[in-house]
C-alpha cells in the first residue's frame, strides 16, 4: 500500500461503472467520494429509477451472457441463467457492494450539478445541496444511456410519439394493447420491444422502421452461448474480422430470407444487434418492415418508400446523447456528432486529472469495462503508470479514429464503439509502458495531493 498522501477522487455515479472504480480506489487507499442521484446502485439496471434515468423495460434481459459480464474478483452467481434479466443483474450489484464494504463510501440522493476545473486545476464539485468540494481528480461514471435522442420528423402526429427509455411494459406509460405501433430502430431496445408488442394478442400491427438494414445476431450457437467464443490473440485483426463476418453469413443466412432489408454493411461493421426471437416474429409475419419516416401528418406516417400507414404509436428506439450537465466547459463534452476522442478511451488530453470510465459501447460486454480501465486509473493515481508524451497521445488518438472510422460505418453510436478483448490488450500493453515511464521518473505522483478536505460554500 503506498503510504504517501494520495489524491482526493470524486466519482460521479454509482452503476455498474462507478461502483467498480470505487472498489479499485478503496483497495489502492485513495480517498474518494462517489455521488449517486438515486436511492440506491445499479443505474440503468435499476429498474423504475427514481432519479428518471434508467432505460429498464419490465421484460428486459441483458444480452451480455453471465460469463462476460461478471466482475473479475466476484463470480456470477452459478444457478443465473445465461442471460440473466435485470432485476438479478441489480441484485448482483447491491451484493458487490456490500461484499466489498462500498455502500458507506456512496452518498446517495445527490446530484452533482457543477464540476468545474478551477484556475489551480483542482475540481471543484457542487450538489443540489448546494455543497461544493475541492478534489484532486474526477471520474466520469454517469453513464450513456440516459438522455434520449429524438429524431426531429416534420410534420404534427395526432398520436403518441415516445421513446424507449420511457417504456416500460406493454400497457406502462401507454396501453399498446390493439394498437398500430411503428418502432423505430433496429437496435437490442429496439428489437426486444418490436418482439414483445407483435404478439397478436397486444398490438393490432407492429412496424419496424430503420434507415438500413442490420445483421441480427444469435445469442446461441450451436446450443451454447455465443459471446463465449473468441478469436485467438494471434490471429490478425482483419482476418479475425472476415472469419467472424463469414460466420455470420453461414449460420445466420441472408437477412431478406426473414423479409428484412439487406443489411448495407458486413457483420459487425456496426454496434451488434442480437436476438433470439425478432427473426422468427418477422418470419411469421408479425413484424412489418418499413424504411425510415419521411413525414408526420395527423394519423397517418410516410415513409421514404412512398408508402404510408394509419399509426397510433410511434416509439422510437433511436439512442441516446453522450451527456454531461454538470460540466459548462464545452472542451469536456461530445460535440453534435458525438465525437469525443479519448486516450484509452477514458482520458481526455490536457486535462490529467479527468478519467471518463464506462463511456463506451464494446463488444460484447460493458457491464466490467469500467472494472478493466480503473486498473490504470489506480496505477496512475498511485504514480505506478505515467501518461505518454502529449504528441505521442495525439498520434494514438488519430490511429484510433482512423481504425474505428474504417470499421463501422458513419453513425453517433459508432464513435465509441470498442471491441473488449482487443482493448483490454491493448490497455494492458499500455499499463506496462506507461509503468516503465512511471518507474523512470522515480514514480512521482502525476496527481499531487493538494486538495483540502472539508466543504466550501
Known amino acids: 500500500m503506498d503510504t504517501r498522501e494520495l489524491p482526493r477522487v470524486c466519482v460521479i455515479g454509482a452503476g455498474p461503472s462507478g461502483i467498480a472504480v470505487a472498489k479499485r480506489l478503496a483497495e489502492n487507499g485513495i480517498p474518494f467520494d462517489c455521488y449517486e442521484a438515486s436511492d440506491e446502485v445499479g ?167 430503420a434507415r438500413r438494414g442490420v445483421w441480427v445476431l444469435p445469442k446461441y450457437v450451436n446450443g451454447r452461448v455465443g459471446d463465449r467464443q473468441s478469436v485467438p490473440a494471434w490471429i490478425p485483426d482483419r482476418v479475425a474480422l472476415k472469419l467472424k463476418q463469414r460466420f455470420v453469413r453461414k449460420n445466420r443466412g441472408e437477412m431478406q430470407n426473414y423479409g428484412l432489408p439487406a443489411p448495407d454493411h458486413e457483420p459487425f461493421e456496426a454496434h451488434p444487434s442480437a436476438s433470439e426471437e425478432f427473426l422468427h416474429r418477422a418470419g411469421c409475419g408479425d413484424i412489418t418492415f418499413k424504411p425510415a419516416i419521411t413525414r408526420l401528418d395527423g394519423d397517418t406516417v410516410h415513409f421514404a418508400d412512398g408508402s404510408s400507414e394509419r399509426v397510433d404509436v410511434v416509439l422510437c428506439a433511436t439512442g441516446y446523447h453522450i451527456s454531461f450537465p454538470f460540466f459548462a466547459d464545452a472542451r469536456l463534452v461530445p460535440d453534435a456528432a458525438n465525437h469525443f476522442p479519448l486516450f484509452q478511451m477514458m482520458h481526455k488530453p490536457g486535462v490529467d486529472n479527468l478519467f471518463y470510465l464506462g463511456l463506451a459501447q464494446p463488444m460484447p460486454t460493458l457491464v466490467n469495462f469500467a472494472e478493466q480501465q480503473s486498473k490504470l486509473v489506480a496505477a496512475y493515481l498511485t504514480g505506478r503508470y505515467h501518461l505518454p508524451p502529449r504528441e505521442q497521445i495525439d498520434r494514438v488518438l488519430d490511429a484510433q479514429e482512423a481504425k474505428r472510422a474504417g470499421r463501422y460505418y458513419d453513425s453517433p453510436r459508432h464513435t465509441i464503439q470498442i471491441e473488449f478483448e482487443p482493448y483490454v490488450r491493448s490497455m494492458n500493453k499500455e499499463l506496462e509502458q506507461g509503468a516503465k515511464r512511471a518507474a523512470a521518473a522515480g514514480n512521482s505522483l502525476p496527481v499531487p495531493a493538494r486538495a483540502v478536505t472539508g466543504v466550501s460554500r
Not at 429498474?47 to 461478471?70: E, V, W
Not at 440522493?109 to 471543484?124: F, K, M, P
Not at 400497457?171 to 437496435?187: A, E, I, N, Q, S
Request: proline share 6%; charged share 25%.
Open 43 to 209: 443505474g440503468n439496471w435499476y429498474f423504475k429509477n427514481p432519479n428518471g434515468m434508467s432505460a429498464c423495460y419490465q421484460s428486459l434481459h441483458i444480452d451480455t451472457s453471465k460469463y462476460r459480464l461478471q466482475f473479475e474478483d466476484f463470480p456470477a452467481p452459478a444457478d443465473w441463467p445465461d442471460f440473466p434479466h435485470h432485476s438479478q443483474l441489480l441484485q448482483y450489484f447491491k451484493d458487490y457492494v456490500d461484499h466489498f464494504d462500498l455502500r458507506d463510501r456512496i452518498t446517495f440522493d445527490t446530484v452533482v450539478t457543477a464540476a468545474e476545473h478551477d484556475d489551480d486545476g483542482l475540481w471543484r464539485v457542487t450538489t443540489d445541496s448546494g455543497d461544493t468540494e475541492i478534489y484532486d481528480a474526477l471520474i466520469v461514471c454517469n453513464g450513456h444511456h440516459w438522455d434520449p435522442r429524438f429524431p426531429d420528423y416534420p410534420g404534427e402526429f395526432d398520436g403518441v410519439l415516445m421513446h424507449s427509455h420511457a417504456y416500460r411494459d406493454p400497457f406502462d406509460p401507454v396501453d399498446l394493447r390493439g394498437k398500430r405501433v411503428v418502432v423505430v430502430g433496429m437496435g437490442n431496445s429496439g428489437l426486444d420491444i418490436a418482439s414483445e408488442l407483435s404478439q397478436r394478442f397486444l398490438a393490432e400491427k407492429l412496424f419496424v422502421s
